[in-house]
């Protein structure tokens, strides 16, 4: 069964860093676009960055020039490095990836979420 499970989110100050990572497991066919999304309190989920299969990457302007999307295909890995934080960073950062179980058509999962709390 595949699931996408975030990890490395926790409580830091304004202008610190947190790196979350976001693992594929179980049998896959194929891994294409991974996405950060985010939802503080209140709020609609909203995008963060994405990265494609070919390493193409996107952000929102929210974060452009502080946070940097990366993977790691051999360890189905996709990871956020966020720097510069703030406290509207804060959040629940979800991890939503296109993804081919063995055997299957390619679908969207999301994450369970890692909760980020930036303090001022």
């Known amino acids: 069964q595949v699931q996408l499970v975030e990890s490395g989110g926790g409580l830091v100050q304004a202008g610190g860093s947190l790196r979350l990572s976001c693992v594929v497991s179980?049998?896959?066919?194929?891994?294409?676009?991974i996405g950060w999304y985010r939802q503080a309190p209140g709020k609609q989920r909203q995008l963060v960055a994405f990265?494609?299969?070919?390493?193409?990457?996107n952000y929102s302007d929210s974060v452009k020039g502080r946070f940097t999307i990366s993977r790691d295909n051999a360890k189905k890995t996709v990871y956020l490095q966020m720097n510069s934080l703030k406290p509207e960073d804060t959040a629940v950062y979800y991890c939503?990836?296109?993804?081919?179980?063995?055997?299957?058509?390619?679908?969207?999962?999301w994450g369970q979420g890692t909760q980020v709390t930036v303090s001022s």
């Open positions: 990265i494609t299969k070919i390493y193409t990457t």
């Open positions: 939503n990836g296109d993804i081919a179980p063995v055997g299957f058509l390619m679908r969207k999962y």
């Open positions: 179980g049998s896959t066919d194929s891994i294409g676009t």
